[in-house]
C-alpha cells in the first residue's frame, strides 16, 4: 500500500476542499508537514483513519463537530453541506480510490448524527476503473485495522504500543501483517472439511469403521471444545498476570517510601504522646489553679491579717486579759471576787458590767489564735503553688516546643511521602497473595488442558490408525477414508508449519527490533521480543541480563523501532512468500504515518529516529510543529522529502497572531490572522 | 465549732450562673465550692465586693466550703480586714456576717473574671491562670489593660 494523496473536504479545520500529494518514491519516500498547535496535524492524520475504517483517535475532541465550524454556522437553517475524505493509493499493481463522505442537513447550530457511508474505486492494470462492491472488506484485506493502529499513529501516543496489556493486541496484529493468521485460520478451517469427509464414511462405512468414526468425532469435539477452554485461560491468565504486576509494582513503590512511612509513623507516635503531656501538664495546673490558686492572692491579705493579730497583741487586746465569761459569772453570782455584792444597777454592778464590755470572750481569742496560726502555713503553702506553678508552666513550655517540633517534621515527611501512592500494604499483599493463587489455579488448569489435549491428539492417531485398519467395504466410504487421512496429515503438517514460521518470524522480528533499536539509542539497552511476542529491554551489567525500566522517551524509541522492524519485515516476508512467479514490486509495503513522533525525545534521539524511518519506511508522512520539527530533524529528513507542507492555520485572535515558517532559506506563512478560524493545506514543494 | 455552724451555708450569685459553669466545665473547677474561694480571693484583691440577692441552685454547707487547707483561713481573713476595728468579727455567733462579706466578694470576683474574659477576648480558663500567674510575678492588682493587650485577641477579617 502506498499513499498517492488526501483530498478534505470541510473536514474539521480544513475548510472546502483542499488536497495534499502524497506520492513518493524510494529515493524520496517522506512527505513533511508543518503546522501550529492545533492546526490540525492530528485532524490531519485522523483523516486517514476516518478514510480507511470511518474511525478517529480517542484524543480528537468533540468528534460530533466533524464539518469545519465556519462552513456550517454560514450554511443557513435547511441546506445541507458535505464532509468527506478521499484517499488515493495503490496497492500491489492496482491503484485505489476510497471515499468516505456524508451530507449532514443543518436544522440547529448543533451538527446531528452522521451516516458517512464508504465507497471504493479501483483502477486495474489495464487501466479500466469498477467500483469494488464491499469496499469496507476490501479495505480489512489490504490493511487490517488492527495493524493500522502500527502505521497511522500519534507519536505521543505511540507508547501505548509497548504498554503492558497492549501484547495480545500487538501479536495478533503481527500475526495478520506477517501472514501468520492465514496459516491459523486454515488449520482452524481444516476439521470442518474432515467433518463433511467423514459423514460419508459414518454413512457407508459399515459397523465398525462407523463406530470409529463416531470416536473420533467425539474426540474431536473434546478436542475444539479443550482449545477454546485453553484460549479463555490463557486470556485470563494474561489479565490475572498484569494485574499482579501491577501490584507488585504498587507495593514496590511502597517499599521505597516504607522507611520515610515508618518514620513518619514513628513521629505520629512521639506527636500524639508530646500533645497528651502537653494537655495533662496544662490540666494539672488548671486543677493546681482551680483548686489552690486562691491561696496566691492571700500575700497581703495575710499581711494585714498578721499586723491586725499583732496591734491586737501589742495593745493588749490578745490575749485577752479578762475573760467575758468571768465577769459574766460575777455578775450571775451577784458578788465581786473581793466580796463585795453585785446587786443590779448599785454601782458596784455597773462597774463589773462595764469591764464585762472590756472583757475578750474566749471564743474569738481562740479564733484568732486559729487564725494567726494559719498564716505562716498559708505563706509556706503559697510559695509552695508558686514553685509547682513555675514548673508546671515549665513542662508546659517543653511539651509545647516538642510538639512544635515534631508538628514541622511530620508535614516534612508527609511532603514526601503525598506523591507516593499509599494504599494499604496489607491489603496489597492479600491481593497480591490471592493474585498468585489464581494464577496458580488457572496455570494448572492450563497445564491440565494442555495435557487432554495431548491424550485426545493421541487417541485420534489411535483411532484413525483403527480407521485405516478397520474393514471397509463400500468404495465411497474408503475414498473418504482415504481423503480424512490426508486431511489429518495436512492439519499436522500445517501446525508443525505454523509452529516453524512463528519462531523464525519471531527471531527476524527481534533481530530487526535489536538492530534498529542500536541505531537509534545511545543506551546499551537491548530489547528483547520473548516467545509471547512481549516488548522487554534489557542492559547487561558484567554478563547478568537485568530487565530497564523504560522512560517515555525510551518507550518511544522501542515503538517506532518495533514498528520500523516490523514495517521492514513485512515487505521482506511478503516478497519471499510467492511460491511462484515475482512478487508484486510494493508487497507488504505500507505507510507510516505520524504525529509529532519526536514530541518527548532529545535533539540527539531525534536525529537518529529521523534517520532511521527515512531509510527504513517505504513511505513517510510526517507532521510536526515548528518546535519539533525544525533543526536536527530537517536536516536529517529534508534529502528524503518529496513533498513539503504548512498546515497554515488561519486565526481570529486578535492582536498580532502573525508567525512565519524559514524553511530553506525561505520563508512560509505559519500563522494568519482571519476572518473565520480553519486551517489550509500550502504545498512548498 | 459549735452546733449552729450545720445550718450555716454560703450562697453563690445567680448572675454569674454561666462564667460558673464555665469555670467548672473548661478551666478544671471540681466544685462550685473552688470556684467561690478562687472568686473570693480575686474580688478581695480587687477590692470589689458586690452585694447580690438572687442566689442560684442550693446553698453551700460552710463546713463544705472550708473543706480545702486555708479556706477557712481565707474567709476568716478577709472578714477581719473588712470589719478592721472589731476583733469580735471573729466571734462563732458572727459567722453569718463573716459569710456574707465573703459571698459579696465571690460575687465581685466573678464579676472582674468575666470582665477580664470579655475585655482580653480569653477563655476563662487562661483568665484564671493568668490572674494567679500575675498575683506571684508582683504585687498583683490588675494593671490597666493597654491597647495592644486589647486587639491582640482580635482576628481581623
Given at each position: ?23 513518493s ?5 517522506v ?83 452522521f ?26 484485506s ?70 470409529i ?13 479443550a ?13 490475572l ?86 465577769v459574766?459569772?460575777?455578775?450571775d ?27 475578750g ?34 513542662r ?20 514526601k ?11 496489597l ?125 525510551e ?50 534521539y ?20 515548528k ?43 505559519y500563522i494568519?490572522?482571519a ?8 504545498v512548498?514543494? | ?14 448572675q ?40 442560684a ?48 466578694y ?52
Amino acid at each position: 500500500m502506498r499513499l498517492q494523496s488526501i483530498t478534505l473536504t470541510n473536514f474539521r479545520q480544513f475548510a472546502d476542499v483542499q488536497t495534499f500529494d502524497l506520492t513518493s518514491d524510494s529515493v524520496r519516500p517522506v512527505s513533511l508537514l508543518f503546522g501550529a498547535n492545533g492546526a490540525g496535524k492530528t485532524t490531519f492524520l485522523n483523516a486517514f483513519t476516518w478514510a480507511l475504517y470511518g474511525t478517529m483517535s480517542d484524543d480528537v475532541e468533540q468528534q460530533d463537530r466533524m464539518i469545519t465550524d465556519s462552513i456550517w454556522r454560514a450554511l443557513p437553517i435547511g441546506d445541507s453541506a458535505e464532509v468527506a475524505v478521499e484517499v488515493r493509493f495503490d496497492h500491489e499493481g492496482r491503484d485505489y480510490r476510497v471515499l468516505r463522505s456524508a451530507a449532514l442537513r443543518k436544522e440547529s447550530d448543533q451538527q446531528g448524527v452522521f451516516s458517512p457511508k464508504v465507497q471504493l474505486w479501483t483502477t486495474k492494470p489495464d487501466g479500466s476503473s469498477e467500483t469494488v462492491g464491499a469496499p469496507q472488506e476490501t479495505i480489512h484485506s489490504i490493511l487490517p485495522r488492527g495493524v493500522s493502529r502500527s502505521f497511522f499513529f500519534n507519536g505521543e501516543r505511540i507508547e501505548n504500543l509497548v504498554k503492558k496489556g497492549a501484547y495480545a493486541e500487538v501479536q495478533k496484529d503481527i500475526k495478520v501483517l506477517l501472514d501468520l493468521e492465514q496459516v491459523e485460520r486454515a488449520i482452524a478451517h481444516l476439521p470442518k472439511v474432515d467433518r463433511k469427509l467423514t459423514a460419508d464414511l459414518k454413512k457407508h462405512g459399515g459397523d465398525k469403521a462407523s463406530g470409529i468414526q463416531e470416536a473420533i468425532d467425539v474426540l474431536d469435539e473434546r478436542e475444539t471444545a479443550a482449545q477454546e477452554e485453553l484460549k479463555v485461560l490463557e486470556s485470563d491468565l494474561a489479565t490475572l498476570t498484569e494485574e499482579r504486576d501491577s501490584v507488585t509494582d504498587l507495593l514496590r513503590q511502597h517499599a521505597e517510601s516504607a522507611p520515610i512511612q515508618a518514620e513518619r509513623d514513628a513521629v505520629g507516635n512521639e506527636l500524639e504522646e508530646a500533645r497528651s503531656a502537653r494537655d495533662a501538664a496544662i490540666a494539672e495546673r488548671a486543677l493546681l489553679v482551680a483548686t489552690r490558686g486562691f491561696q496566691a492572692f492571700t500575700d497581703t491579705l495575710s499581711e494585714s491579717t498578721a499586723a491586725m493579730a499583732q496591734s491586737l497583741y501589742q495593745k493588749g487586746a490578745l490575749p485577752a486579759p479578762l475573760k467575758r465569761e468571768f465577769v459574766d459569772q460575777l455578775l450571775d453570782d451577784g458578788s465581786c471576787i473581793c466580796g463585795t455584792p453585785l446587786t443590779e444597777h448599785s454601782v458596784p454592778w455597773e462597774h463589773v458590767k462595764d469591764w464585762r464590755q472590756r472583757a475578750g470572750l474566749q471564743a474569738v481569742e481562740t479564733a484568732w489564735q486559729q487564725l494567726s496560726g494559719q498564716i505562716a502555713p498559708l505563706s509556706a503553702a503559697r510559695d509552695e503553688l508558686c514553685d509547682s506553678l513555675a514548673a508546671l508552666m515549665k513542662r508546659i513550655g517543653a511539651e509545647r516546643d516538642r510538639v512544635t517540633r515534631l508538628e514541622e517534621r511530620k508535614s516534612e515527611l508527609d511532603g514526601k511521602l503525598r506523591d507516593s501512592r499509599m494504599e494499604d500494604v496489607q491489603a496489597l499483599e492479600t491481593n497480591r497473595m490471592e493474585l498468585d493463587g489464581r494464577i496458580g489455579v488457572k496455570q494448572q488448569r492450563i497445564g491440565a488442558v494442555k495435557a487432554e489435549l495431548q491424550t485426545i491428539a493421541k487417541e485420534v492417531d489411535q483411532k484413525t490408525k483403527e480407521r485405516s485398519r478397520a474393514v471397509v467395504t463400500d468404495e465411497l466410504a474408503t475414498k473418504a477414508r482415504s481423503r480424512s487421512d490426508l486431511v489429518q496429515s495436512v492439519k499436522r503438517a500445517l501446525e508443525d508449519i505454523l509452529a516453524i514460521r512463528e519462531e523464525d518470524i519471531r527471531r527476524r522480528l527481534d533481530a530487526e527490533l535489536k538492530a534498529v533499536f542500536k541505531s537509534i539509542t545511545h543506551q546499551n539497552h537491548v530489547p528483547t521480543l520473548s516467545a509471547g511476542f512481549e516488548l522487554t529491554l534489557y542492559k547487561d551489567v558484567n554478563g547478568v541480563q537485568l530487565p530497564v525500566p523504560k522512560s517515555t522517551g525510551e518507550n518511544q524509541i522501542l515503538s517506532l523501532s518495533f514498528v520500523a522492524a516490523v514495517s521492514k519485515l513485512a515487505r521482506e516476508i511478503r516478497k519471499e512468500r510467492r511460491a511462484e512467479g515475482d512478487s508484486v514490486e510494493d508487497a507488504g509495503t505500507y505507510p507510516i504515518v505520524m504525529d509529532a513522533a519526536f514530541g518527548s525525545l532529545d535533539q540527539d534521539y531525534q536525529e537518529a529516529v529521523s534517520r532511521a524511518l527515512a531509510k527504513m519506511a517505504p513511505q513517510l508522512v510526517v507532521l510536526v510543529s515548528k518546535s519539533q520539527g525544525l533543526g536536527k530533524v530537517v536536516t536529517e529528513l529534508m534529502p528524503y522529502v518529496s513533498h513539503l507542507g504548512v498546515i497554515e492555520t488561519h486565526t481570529t485572535a486578535p492582536g498580532s497572531v502573525s508567525d512565519d515558517i524559514e524553511l530553506e532559506g525561505m520563508s512560509y506563512p505559519y500563522i494568519r490572522a482571519a476572518e473565520s478560524d480553519h486551517s489550509e493545506l500550502k504545498v512548498i514543494k | 465549732m459549735t452546733i449552729a455552724l450545720a445550718d450555716v451555708r454560703v450562697r453563690r450569685p445567680q448572675q454569674h450562673e454561666a462564667l460558673m459553669q464555665e469555670l467548672q466545665n473548661e478551666a478544671n473547677f471540681p466544685t462550685f465550692r473552688d470556684i467561690l474561694l478562687f472568686s473570693a480571693a480575686v474580688g478581695y484583691r480587687q477590692e470589689r465586693s458586690v452585694p447580690f440577692s438572687a442566689a442560684a441552685g442550693d446553698p453551700i454547707r460552710y463546713e463544705t466550703l472550708t473543706g480545702p487547707a486555708f479556706s477557712d483561713t481565707l474567709v476568716s481573713m478577709i472578714a477581719a480586714n473588712v470589719v478592721a476595728e472589731d476583733p469580735e468579727i471573729m466571734d462563732a455567733v458572727r459567722i453569718e456576717e463573716r459569710i456574707k462579706i465573703f459571698e459579696e466578694y465571690a460575687n465581685g470576683g466573678l464579676e472582674f473574671i468575666q470582665e477580664q474574659v470579655n475585655v482580653r477576648h480569653q477563655p476563662a480558663a487562661l483568665v484564671v491562670v493568668d490572674l494567679v500567674a500575675e498575683a506571684f510575678t508582683e504585687s498583683g492588682g490588675a494593671k490597666p489593660v493597654s491597647v495592644d493587650e486589647l486587639l491582640s485577641g482580635v482576628t481581623w477579617g
